[in-house]
């Protein structure tokens, strides 16, 4: 099983970044996708949920409005289309697979974003 995220880098305030997290070793249109993510000395926390059909999404009220979840279930591939970009949103963004139970979870292994002038 791999998630492998990519996209992130530095960018200014008010910019946008579009990270993309592959996956492959599971059925992925199978599983619940999220996106988490992790400042400097601060908990994991959640960014971003899409269904196996993309019927439901749901985000955390600090991105909502700015940040969209997609998924392109034919390329294995989930996304986060971040926009309006502020300081706080620096973080190491994680992927996140949810098969529906306890031995069916996955991290990919983060991308970095960094938001600075």
């Known amino acids: 099983v791999q998630l492998v995220e990519s996209g992130g880098g530095l960018v200014q305030p008010g910019g946008s970044l579009r990270l993309s997290c592959a996956a492959s070793?599971?059925?992925?249109?199978?599983?619940?996708m999220k996106w988490y993510r992790q400042a400097p000395g601060k908990e994991r926390e959640f960014v971003a949920v899409?269904?196996?059909?993309?019927?439901?999404?749901n985000y955390a009220d600090s991105v909502k409005g700015r940040f969209t979840i997609s998924r392109d279930n034919a390329k294995n591939t989930v996304y986060l289309q971040m926009n309006s970009l502020k300081d706080e949103d620096t973080a190491v963004y994680f992927c996140?697979?949810?098969?529906?139970?306890?031995?069916?979870?996955?991290w990919g292994q983060g991308t970095q974003v960094t938001v600075s002038s």
């Open positions: 996140h697979a949810w098969g529906g139970t306890l031995t069916t979870t996955y």
């Open positions: 070793g599971f059925t992925f249109s199978s599983y619940v």
């Open positions: 899409i269904t196996s059909t993309s019927g439901f999404k």
